[in-house]
């Protein structure tokens, strides 16, 4: 498989877009996180329109990956591990569809693997209530303003980044220390 052929993309939203680009930022076979927007209606949204709800956009990390490396089931994986997957349009003190647990599949093959392990999830009884993650074809993803990139890295003594996103960040090295770049 040629180096161009093994580089993917994934489309993930499980609330606040900082705790995912922070968590996968630190695994191997990831080369870039882009927070952003995907999956609603108005073009080009700003921050504010997606929070308040207007563009029926989610929050989103944009993972570059080299499935050569790290597999998109092992992405899955730690997205599931890292954020509440049973609690509709909403991830903590996050509420609203901009928070919502989504997967939005680049193609046939991401689609199958994704409904495969959250069926294998659910069969397990991982989590105490059903899944609600949706899955959706990828639609357009539009990056987030410049300040939201690398957010907790630059702000990891900010209220938010300390109390929300460090303990995400944590439990991905703990569970996934395999995982780690």
């Known amino acids: 498989m040629s180096e161009q052929a093994s580089v993917q993309t994934a489309i993930l939203g499980g609330g606040c877009f900082w705790c995912l680009e922070a968590v996968f930022e630190q695994m191997r076979g990831v080369r870039q ?3 952003g927007y995907c999956g609603g209606h108005l073009p080009d949204p700003s921050y504010e329109a997606v929070c308040r709800g ?12 080299d499935s050569g490396i790290v597999s998109y089931r092992e992405l899955l994986e730690v997205f599931f591990a890292i954020h509440d997957p049973t609690t509709l349009n909403r991830q903590g003190n996050d509420v609203g569809s901009q928070y919502r647990s989504v997967i939005f599949y680049a193609d046939e093959t991401q689609r ?12 397990d009884r991982v989590f105490d209530d059903p899944i609600v993650t949706q899955l959706a074809p990828s639609s357009h993803f539009y990056p987030a303003e410049t300040y939201h990139q690398g957010y907790f890295r630059g ?3 900010q209220p938010y980044c300390a109390i929300v996103v460090a303990p995400k960040l944590s439990k991905f ?4 220390g395999n995982l780690l770049k």
């Open 155 to 157: 702000h990891q003594s």
């Open 33 to 35: 996180v882009t927070s």
């Open 173 to 176: 090295r703990q569970k996934f």
């Open 112 to 123: 199958a693997e994704a409904a495969s392990l959250i069926a294998a999830l659910a069969e």
């Open 54 to 65: 207007d563009s029926g956009h989610a929050e989103v990390v944009s993972i570059e990956f």
